[in-house]
């Protein structure tokens, strides 16, 4: 089973400043690798796919990276509603698993 | 507008069983692989099983494997999940979704349209 590390566990970010989350593979999952952001109470959304591509109606601020075992999440220029729980999840091959996620706080 | 709705979640005792539902609407249901992804109170989350659209391929996380059966009934536009054998540690918020095609030649890819969930809830 891969396993999918993510850090840091709490981001807090002053609105306007750069926010970057990481995640690690404990093998390579190549580009099989997804972003979810998950508000309280609500169902995780897709925001980026193939480690760097922006899903249907995802702001620009959003940028994903990496390949292999090492990813990131960079939101440029943080917004209050961008406060939120973010997840990594591979599905390069089965089981496909999530990371423990990252908690994004506004200053 | 892609749908997804989900049902059938309730309080169980351990060892019991339930069926969960997805209704799905707004796509061409058997053409796309779907799946259940599970959220414990408080927690992260967890891929439990995928179906393709044909329902012919199915997977299991090794937590479920021989409890729980993942189907699909095209014609009803419907996706289940039935549990068998439950324990306290399968009490979470089970989400469907869809999943778009990305890895080349296969069905599977991130899940790009959730449902709301519906919780479960395993205790005597």
């Known amino acids: 089973e891969t396993v999918m590390t993510q850090s840091p566990a709490t981001l807090s970010v002053s609105p306007g400043e750069r926010a970057t989350l990481s995640c690690r593979a404990s093998q390579s999952v190549n580009n099989n690798l997804a972003w979810y952001q998950q508000k309280p109470g609500q169902a995780p959304s897709l925001l980026i796919y193939?480690?760097?591509t922006r899903a249907s109606d995802i702001p620009a601020r959003f940028t994903g990276g990496g390949s292999g075992t090492d990813f990131t999440l960079t939101i440029s220029s943080l917004q209050s509603e961008d406060s939120a729980v973010y997840y990594c999840q591979h599905f390069n091959n089965w089981p496909w698993t999530f990371g423990q996620g990252t908690r994004v706080e506004i200053k | 507008e892609v749908q997804l709705l989900e049902s059938g979640g309730d309080l169980v005792q351990p060892g019991g069983s339930l069926r969960l539902s997805c209704a799905a609407s707004g796509f061409t249901f058997s053409t796309y692989a779907m799946t259940w992804v599970r959220q414990a109170p408080g927690k992260g989350l967890e891929c439990v099983s995928l179906i393709s659209g044909s329902g012919g391929d199915t997977y299991y996380a090794d937590s479920v494997k021989g409890r729980f059966t993942i189907s699909r009934d095209n014609s009803k536009n419907t996706l289940y999940l039935q549990m068998n054998s439950l324990r306290a540690d399968d009490s979470a918020v089970y989400y469907c979704?869809?999943?778009?095609?990305?890895?080349?030649?296969?069905?599977?890819?991130?899940?790009?349209?959730w449902g709301q969930g519906t919780l479960v809830t395993v205790s005597s």
């Open positions: 979704a869809k999943l778009v095609p990305f890895r080349a030649g296969t069905p599977w890819g991130p899940s790009d349209y």
């Open positions: 193939g480690a760097s």
